[in-house]
């Protein structure tokens, strides 16, 4: 298990959130898949929620926004200590963002942004939200990871951007590197698109959800309306599954230990 109360290092994953159509349904789904208690946020904010487990705030979940036809989705949001720098850096290396830098509230200053791949993140510079109280416990996230058909343009941009080193994971067929913050902290992955893949195919952030049975919580996922886009298989690094919930946003299920404390 790992809690914070303080910011998150610039360019980790501090945060993500949902921009769901049905913020109430949302929070039925999500509450049974993970058993968060999801107060409804105030209407001044679009109602947008936090959900908490074990009373530690773990993820958003609010409005769906963009233009008509934006699907609903997860957005990863990656830590800075000043958006308004590292905004100019993005468009430098070649990105773009899709919002205004915006104040919430007191909360925070954000934007969303698309890097030179097409994936879409947020940036956060923390204020009163910090970010995920709590992460790498079933229930919370565990990892995010970036894939695209640019293995390599991928890390130039955010090598420049956020000042990641990698480390290697790739094997015969598959290209894919750690997220490294001073050499040493690994806050995420960024892979490639398997060969033979349509090259088409949007490049995007995903979040994966730390379960103590990956293959129970599937079957929870597809009991409360969702489905299922990759079956649960065993990997090196726990058993993984790729599902969507009823509104099709898709996250992914890792099998994380429970902590022992």
Known sequence: MVTRDTPWPDGTPCWVDLGTPDIPKAISFYSRQFGWDIPIGAPEFGGYSS????????????????????????????????????ADTIKGAGGQLLTELM?????????????ITGA???LWQARAHSGAKVANVPGAVAWNEHMS????????????VFGYEYGDMSSDGFSYATLL??????????GAFPSGQDASHPAYWSVYFGASDTDKSVDTAVGHGGRVIRPATDSPYGRM??????????????????DDD
């Open 181 to 190: 913050i001073n050499g040493q902290q690994v806050v995420g992955g960024i």
């Open 241 to 258: 599954a790729v599902v969507a919930d009823p509104e099709g946003a898709v996250f992914s299920l890792i099998s994380t230990p429970a």
């Open 51 to 86: 959900a908490l487990l074990d009373g530690r705030q773990a993820v958003g979940i609010g409005p769906l926004t963009g233009p008509p036809g934006t699907p609903s989705a997860w957005t990863t949001y990656i830590a800075t200590s000043d958006a308004d720098a590292t």
């Open 120 to 122: 879409v993140f947020g």
């Open 103 to 115: 104040e919430v509230a007191d909360l925070g200053r954000m934007a969303i942004a698309a890097d």
């Open 149 to 160: 058909s640019d293995f390599e343009g991928a890390k130039a941009f955010y090598a420049a």
